[in-house]
């Protein structure tokens, strides 16, 4: 056993460097490094406090390993371990693209645990882990794509005039184009147009293998263009999301691209180039919020382009060259053989639970069970029991009955809550509130909640309703934005 266990940790076969799955575990820890640089380590906040050291040693260091040795699948399942931790540390309240990894490393170990059962530890190889995980994590891929899309279905994100597709393109091109898109004719709408285009486009050329090379080149595309908004940190979800298309492109394509002489993608020159931005970070504190914004951006931006270069993505004609190969190509690129005789795929059907649990998180706001973290951000949609600003969906079932409770607050000692007093019709979940409070039991507040009395200003520790028994497991599984009409012209995660 001891022995089965140091081959596994020692990495996969010679042969591994020549497969997709070497750079696949190369831009899964990339993007794991550059999420850690967001505002829980720099810019620590109230709703997202910096980590404890431990925890964040340990992510940067499997990280770090993982991208000096991409090929070794012990690496691989310790970064799939250490940022299931940190995300499990943080629920609820983890970023879209932070749980959606967290989601993908589930997969991750499961499909070690899949190829595993059927060859036994020793035949645990990092090009047969890939194998085993691609298929559901191309499913999740569309699926997630068709729910950013399904969520923008709404009046507010199709208003030019508050919609959060409109703000953020606004602020990228502030320094070089100061009117506003809104005062331009039909650009803003053009922006949300295009955006519900691609969205929808990949989703369902995700789904369809012969659209697969096509989905994936203009979702690349896409996401570049996302993280232009480097004020807003949206590198970091970019880069989550090209693991995800990597895994999704044909595997000829993949295969091909990790033949190449300059497969490695620069691996080495990324981690110098993280390793000098966190020490300007150490050196200039009162910087750290230009650094994380520009300085890891274009970090993330250099190795993106890197990529896409070796891809044959960004030299003379290849854009028309690769959209024609598409239209050409057939199902038959996807090596169905191989994953046939995977010693994994007898047991395969379990990891069925990673698009299950993306769809699920995707049909919460409808349900009720949570309305942020819901591959929801930015998307200007505000539902609740009796209202709703989708054009399709006309309210949310609220299965749970949390958000027809809620509560108005009145007064509040705490910049958070009192964020959301300010807001015209502002309410919050009573099961959100008790949520908060329990992270936060030295607040001062005073709330009307219907059907109770009105309570006095003074310490939330001291509420008997508040004080109640805890909200066990459900306090790590949901989460819920404020509630109230204004709410939909707030772009928020």
């Known amino acids: ?30 993007a794991i490094l550059l999420h850690i640089v967001w505002p829980p380590v720099f810019q620590p906040t109230p709703a997202f406090p910096a980590p404890p050291p431990w925890l964040l040693t340990g992510v940067v260091l499997a990280a770090v390993a993982v991208i000096h040795r991409p090929a070794a699948v012990g690496r691989l399942l310790w970064l799939a371990t250490i940022q299931l931790l940190d995300v499990a540390y943080y629920l609820p ?18 499909a070690a645990g899949v190829v595993a059962l059927r060859a036994g530890p020793a035949g645990l190889q990092l090009g047969e882990l890939y194998q085993t995980l691609t298929p559901p994590v191309r499913l999740s891929a569309a699926i997630f794509y068709f729910f950013t899309f399904f969520h923008k279905l709404n009046t507010d ?23 506003g898109l809104a005062a331009l004719p039909g650009l803003g709408a053009a922006v949300i147009g295009a955006t519900l285009a691609v969205e ?31 004020p807003h940190i949206f590198y970091n979800f970019s880069a989550v999301m090209f693991v995800f298309l990597w895994v999704c492109l044909p595997a000829s394509r993949a295969a091909w691209i ?22 300007l970070v150490g050196w200039f504190p009162t910087k750290a919020g230009l650094v994380q914004a520009f300085g890891f951006s274009g970090l993330w931006f250099a190795f993106a382009l890197t990529l896409l270069s070796h891809a044959g993505l960004l030299g003379r004609y290849n854009v028309v060259r690769l959209a024609r190969a598409a239209r050409r190509s057939s199902p038959r690129p996807t090596p169905r053989a191989p994953l046939a005789a995977s010693p994994g795929r007898r047991y395969a059907g379990v990891l069925l639970l990673l698009p299950a649990l993306v769809l699920l998180n995707g049909l919460s706001p409808y349900l009720g069970l949570k309305t942020r973290t819901a591959w929801q951000m930015y998307s ?47 309410r919050l979940s009573w099961f959100e ?39 066990g497991v459900l306090g790590k599984l949901l989460i819920f934005r404020p509630l109230g009409a204004a709410n939909a012209g707030v772009c928020d995660w």
């Open 93 to 110: 309240g983890v970023p879209n693209h932070w749980l959606l990894t967290g989601l993908l490393s589930l997969a991750i170990l499961g």
């Open 433 to 471: 509130l008790r949520r908060y409070v329990a992270q936060h039991p030295d607040v001062w507040l005073a709330y009307t909640r219907p059907g109770h009395p009105p309570t006095a200003f003074g310490p939330a520790e001291q509420d008997p309703a508040l004080k109640a028994p805890g909200l």
């Open 380 to 426: 200007n949609l505000n539902l609740a029991a009796h209202y709703s600003n989708h054009v399709i969906v006309p309210y949310s079932l609220d299965v749970g009955g949390f958000l027809a409770d809620s509560v108005h607050i009145v007064v509040t000692s705490d910049p958070v809550l009192g964020a959301q007093q300010g807001r015209p019709g502002g």
């Open 200 to 230: 929808l486009f990949v989703a369902v050329g995700l789904a369809v293998p012969r659209w697969r090379q096509g989905a994936c080149l203009l979702g690349a595309g896409f996401h570049l263009l996302l993280a232009l908004d480097a």
């Open 1 to 30: 056993m001891a022995a089965a266990l140091s081959k596994i940790l020692a990495g996969g076969p010679a042969g591994a460097a020549a497969t997709p799955a070497p750079l696949f575990a190369l831009l899964y820890a990339a």
């Open 258 to 279: 990790a033949r190449q002489p300059g497969g490695r993608v620069g691996r080495f020159h990324f981690l110098g180039g993280y390793a000098l931005l966190v020490g």
């Open 157 to 179: 994100f199709l208003n030019p005039d508050v919609s959060c597709a409109v703000r953020f393109f606004e602020q990228t091109l502030a320094p070089f184009a100061p009117v």
